[in-house]
């Protein structure tokens, strides 16, 4: 499986843009980004997923770098319902979805 | 709300007891995943699903089974209960066999607690 790197915690000021970096150096042509996030114990929740372009939905944009090495998942206004682990991962063509640490975003009052 | 509901909620039973978990997919969707996550291990692939049949199979243990059935509804049998396998237990959902450019839609999970 191609390996993502994430940072293990971040805090974010709420109403401010909570910016969430992944790397993925190991990325292949046709594996595409998601983005997860698990809130406390519920099941994790699909927030986003893109390929090559840049991608944006109700609930967040990805922002994939032009080498594919990166991304960037960006919450433009966090609350504190956004608290919550957030896992980024690279989806390998007939493997399955491989979940890592993540990141443990803490939104602040 | 994901779509995919998961039965029970909670599930305490005692070492050497077997259990079932249930899980309904998204309706449309034609494959069923099971994870399981516990505190030391993270998120961990069981066994995939498709239409009934059985399609990918990850870090599953002999002692545990899956089943989908016509009605595309999934259980995961777990057998001779050790303490280890306390844990969240997910079901997951996707529209496509592969799940490749198709989102995984997972469930509130069952929580088991063997004692």
Partial sequence: DAKTTQPPSMDCAEGRAANLPCNHSTISGNEYVYWYRQIHS???QYIIHGLKNN?????ASLIIT?????????LPHATLRDTAVYY????????????GPGTRLSVLP | DSGV???????????GQRVTLRCSPRSGDLSVYWYQQSLDQGLQFLIQYYNGEERAKGNILE???AQQFPDLHSELNLSSLELGDSALYFCASSVGRTGYNSPLHFGNGTRLTVT
């Fill in chain 1, 42 to 44: 519920q099941g994790p």
């Fill in chain 1, 55 to 59: 991608e944006t939905n109700e609930m």
């Fill in chain 1, 66 to 74: 032009e080498d594919r090495k990166s991304s960037t998942l960006i």
């Fill in chain 1, 88 to 99: 980024c991962i690279v989806r390998v063509y007939g493997q399955n979805f491989v979940f």
């Fill in chain 2, 5 to 15: 509901t998961q039965t029970p909620k909670h599930l305490i039973t005692a070492t």
């Fill in chain 2, 63 to 65: 002692r545990f089974s």
